[in-house]
């Protein structure tokens, strides 16, 4: 069956680039979600969208965006990395409500 | 906001024993769901199982069972015959039923370490 695909799998970033992270949810699901999982921690919901428009909102910096398409794919966008950013990033997928299926992550480096 | 508490950082179980990891969790909804993700080595984040909190009955697939207790807020993971696959992280993860087309992320615990002794 069909996952979720992310890319890139890795990124390395220098302080004050930006980065777009980038995710294609299981064909037919409406519904992505982004995490962040740093080291030894655990997931933290970040932004999530539903037919293209965003609707929830979790620990996301502001200097963090992203919107999904036309196509239901979408990016995350992130700018003036810091050191801190460095993390696992995840997208989900979903049918509507329905349970949550997770990408392979996007493993961010910044130095 | 919702809180999940996962009060076991590591568990260990022989080979083909059965082993709980515990999960609580606090909220003021009445409808919401629960689910166990395991996050093996490899930091694929794999679906485990999932109980809707309108359902009396505790959800199986096939090794994994859950033990819910509503009223008790308590969310426990049952595996049994432990296989060495099974060693991973596993995490309880919490997410409101909300209402209209609201897409509700996931709360997660700390998560538990499972080893699994050959």
């Known amino acids: 069956a069909a996952g979720v695909i992310q890319s890139p799998r890795h990124l390395i970033k220098e302080k004050r680039e930006t980065a777009t992270l980038k995710c294609y949810p299981i064909p037919r699901h409406d519904t992505v979600y982004w995490y962040q999982q740093g080291p030894g921690q655990d997931p933290q919901f970040l932004i999530s969208?539903?037919?293209?428009?965003?609707?929830d909102k979790g620990s996301i910096p502001d200097r963090f965006s992203a919107q999904q398409f036309s196509d239901y794919h979408s990016e995350l966008n992130m700018s003036s990395l810091e050191l801190g950013d460095s993390a696992l990033y995840f997208c989900?997928?979903?049918?509507?409500?329905?349970?949550?299926?997770f990408g392979p992550g996007t493993r961010l480096t910044v130095t | 906001a919702q809180t999940v508490t996962q009060s076991q950082p590591e568990m260990s179980v022989q080979e083909a024993e059965t082993v709980t990891l515990s999960c609580t969790y606090d909220t003021s909804e009445s409808d919401y769901y629960l689910f166990w993700y395991k996050q093996p080595p490899s930091r694929q984040m794999i679906l485990v199982i999932r109980?809707?909190?309108?359902?009396?009955q505790n959800a199986t697939e096939n090794r994994f069972s859950v033990n819910f207790q509503k009223a008790a807020k308590s969310f426990s993971l049952k595996i049994s015959d432990s296989q060495l696959g099974d060693a991973a992280m596993y995490f309880c993860?919490?997410?409101?039923?909300?209402?209209?087309?609201?897409?509700?992320?996931?709360?997660f615990g700390k998560g538990t370490h499972l080893i699994i002794q050959p």
């Open positions: 969208f539903y037919e293209k428009m965003q609707s």
């Open positions: 989900a997928s979903s049918l509507g409500r329905r349970e949550q299926y």
């Open positions: 993860a919490y997410r409101s039923a909300g209402s209209g087309g609201g897409a509700d992320g996931l709360t």
């Open positions: 109980q809707e909190a309108y359902k009396q």
